[in-house]
């Protein structure tokens, strides 16, 4: 992908998430996936980023996954993108106010460097 269409998917995203302010996760979940994939992702990279962003949006931004698997990466990156000073993020409660499409942008990219990476160590 390019820088712009990264900005373009991750404007997009962040869309759909104040769209989905007051809707279920699930319904953030589908329209986030089929962004993705209507943006050429991979399931792999579309299933990440939707994850990322449904975590923080209805769970909070705190780390329930250990720091090495790429879902606590992707976690991560949101969180430091968006000033913050560690890698557990601010609290348990949910946080309900969309990243911004920079740190969305961020992930994105991090995501697809990171699933690139992650397909050429298992050929």
Not at 30 to 43: D, F, N
Not at 75 to 102: F, H
Not at 104 to 120: F, G, K, N, S
Request: glycine share 4%.
């Amino acid at each position: 992908m390019t820088l712009e269409q990264i900005q373009d998917l991750a404007l997009r995203l962040f869309t759909i998430m104040v769209d989905c302010e007051a809707v279920k996760e699930p319904v953030l979940r589908q329209r986030c996936l089929r962004t993705c994939h209507a943006h050429g992702l991979h399931e792999t990279s579309a299933l990440l980023i939707t994850e990322t962003l449904a975590s923080y949006l209805f769970s909070g931004c705190q780390q329930r996954t250990p720091l090495d698997t790429p879902l606590a990466k992707a976690q991560a990156i949101l969180w430091l993108t968006m000033g913050g000073m560690d890698e557990v993020g601010p609290s348990t409660a949910v946080v309900a106010i969309p990243p911004p499409p920079y740190a969305i942008a961020a992930v994105i990219a991090w995501v697809l460097t990171a699933c690139e990476d992650m397909q050429a160590w298992s050929s």
